[in-house]
């Protein structure tokens, strides 16, 4: 699909980050499959953010995307704007009282080994979360116990007109895989805070997450790390797997053998592949347990437009 180039506003606002017309995004995903952005903005630092947001028309959809590990991007791609978390805000950094400092675009095991390597505690369980900081703080990701919930000291925001906004952690509103932050700030920071531990205590247990993960998660394949949220009191693997899908598959997309909470793209499956897998696992755990799953991966954008017969 291509969709019509929207780029005109922006082109004069004197943006230092890039602009690209319908650019792909398969490749900026960890599924490595979907359509293209009708707008791409890549910015430099906040203020090329907040400077972009400025001249954002309102009636122009808007998307923010980080390392692309918790998002299916639907094969008709996504109209309006699509922000792209890059280098620019990757920034870590140990402050005094046992604090860590980081940008949004951080990858969260990065924000980990710092604060190991600073002898800070409580930050262990990011090394366990494929992602960045960004959408650590949007969905409240957690892993092995922890969570951002639990030491985040305070949020920095964009709003949609490109003001900056300071959220505490209590007025982040955080529940399980959630938070109550309006759905259109951009955050741009954050700052944690854990306890004080000794560095190779810390990074031993950073070592037993990360060789947990590789011997039981599907790591190294085209994933989006967990797929479903777990309900409460039970295992969404669990469910899946009493379902009897485990190494399901429709065309290249496949349930994981090795955790089946984990779809897969097995080599040129399409997003629909995908996302028709997930339904048929809902659909089975529904009919063999009376419990109804629901996504924790982040579904987005335009399925591709049915052949007219």
Not at 33 to 41: D, E, N
Not at 100 to 122: Q, T
Request: glycine letters at 12%; one cysteine or more.
């Amino acid at each position: 699909m291509t969709f019509a180039d929207i780029s005109a506003p922006f082109r004069d606002a004197g943006l230092r980050g890039s602009l690209v017309v319908n650019a792909p995004l398969a490749p900026l995903t960890w599924f490595r499959t979907g359509g293209p952005a009708q707008l791409l903005f890549t910015p430099q630092d906040a203020d090329d953010l907040a400077a972009f947001l400025r001249v954002l028309p309102a009636d122009v959809p808007l998307l923010v995307i980080g390392l692309g590990s918790n998002l299916l991007v639907r094969d008709g791609g996504i109209p309006g704007a699509v922000v792209r978390l890059g280098k620019g805000f990757s920034n870590i950094t140990v402050e005094p009282g046992h604090r860590v400092r980081a940008g949004a675009g951080a990858a969260d095991v990065k924000v980990a080994r710092v604060a190991a390597e600073a002898g800070i505690d409580g930050l262990t369980f990011l090394r366990g979360i494929p992602g960045a900081i960004g959408g650590a703080l949007r969905m409240n990701g957690g892993a092995y116990g922890g969570d951002v919930g639990q030491v985040l000291v305070e949020a920095q925001a964009l709003d949609r007109q490109g003001n900056r906004i300071t959220l505490s952690r209590a007025e982040m509103g955080f529940s399980y895989r959630h938070c109550e932050a309006p759905e259109d700030f951009i955050f741009i920071e954050a700052l944690f805070e854990g306890t004080p531990g000794n560095a190779e205590d810390i990074l031993a247990r950073m070592n037993a997450i990360t060789e947990a993960r590789s011997s039981t998660q599907p790591v190294n394949t085209r994933t989006g790390g967990s797929t479903f949220t777990n309900p409460p009191n039970h295992k969404a693997w669990e469910l899946v797997d009493t379902a009897g899908c485990r190494g399901l598959r429709i065309g290249s997309a496949q349930v994981s053998e090795l955790h089946c909470n984990f779809l897969v793209n097995c080599g040129g499956a399409t997003a629909s592949d995908i996302e028709q897998l997930g339904e048929e696992v809902r659909r089975r755990v529904s009919e063999t347990s009376g419990i109804v799953l629901h996504w924790e991966i982040k579904r987005v954008g335009l399925p591709l437009e049915m052949p007219k017969s």
